[in-house]
């Protein structure tokens, strides 16, 4: 991978990404959710910050766009779609534009349903999903509904197997005592909420995963397999009825 990318954990639970392209040394960060911990992390490194990458509006990917573009001079590119409600942009993207940072190409995936215009970045061996695709889990659908977000995941199942999933929080505990209600006998999920609760007992991030591992392990991308269908009473459903049904399970939990 031509990227260096860093975990910067911030606030309570949400995950923060830098990226510096090695061939140039451009660095962009994923969101902005808060100013201290990325700004502790650029300087750590000695880095400046070029561009910050916008996935969605909501306020805990964007509260510190304005201090860190004041800071470093740095650009905004975020999605057409959302460009009312984000922080004034320098770039508007839509899905299947290419958003370069430095040599390293992303290409913008429409992954709408936790909200209407939420964008993911799909870099070589790296996708940066914030609350669409989360660590064993995927956003609440706070506008977008369950068919749409159904179409989200399947284009980000679609990605190669290896690519490194990059989520927005760390929900991972919750989401795996769900998962486990599902699939309780899922020898790869048991396994990966033991891990998860020693990476939480570490203080160490719980991303990345790679894609395979989430198809393995993640409830909401196995509503294709018939054994969660049958486990939630709907053997031989469509794909995307057994996700909703999936969700709707979640928000209850």
Not at 72 to 85: E, F, N, P
Not at 135 to 163: D, I, V
Not at 166 to 177: C, I, L, T, V
Not at 208 to 232: D, G, H, I, M, Q
């Amino acid at each position: 991978m031509a990227l260096e990318i860093i975990v910067v954990p911030c606030r309570q639970d949400n995950y923060g990404y830098l990226l510096r392209d090695m061939e140039t040394g451009a660095v962009a960060s994923v969101d902005a959710p808060e100013e201290a911990a990325l700004v502790a992390a650029l300087e750590e490194r000695g880095w400046g910050l070029d561009l910050i990458l916008l996935t969605h509006h909501h306020e805990d990917h964007v509260d510190a766009v304005g201090p860190l573009r004041a800071r470093y001079g740095a650009k905004v590119w975020g999605a057409a779609a959302d460009a009312h409600r984000l922080p004034k942009l320098d770039r508007d993207l839509k899905e299947g534009d290419e958003a370069a940072l430095g040599a390293s190409v992303s290409r913008v995936i429409d992954v709408s349903g936790h909200t209407v215009g939420h964008i993911a970045y799909a870099f070589e061996g790296a996708v940066f999903t914030a609350d669409s695709l989360m660590a064993l889990g995927c956003g609440r659908l706070f506008e977008g509904t369950a068919l749409q977000m159904w179409g989200s995941l399947s284009k980000l199942m679609a990605l190669p197997k290896e690519t490194l999933v990059y989520s927005g929080h760390n929900y991972g505990a919750s989401n795996g005592r769900f998962a486990l209600s599902i699939e309780p006998g899922n020898a790869a999920l048991q396994d990966r909420v033991r891990r998860i609760a020693e990476a939480d007992a570490a203080g160490a991030p719980i991303c990345p995963v790679t894609l395979e591992e989430e198809l393995a392990t993640n409830p909401f991308l196995r509503a294709t397999e018939e054994s969660v269908k049958a486990a939630v009473g709907l053997s031989g459903a469509d794909d995307a009825a057994v996700f909703a049904e999936v969700r709707r399970r979640k928000d209850v939990f």
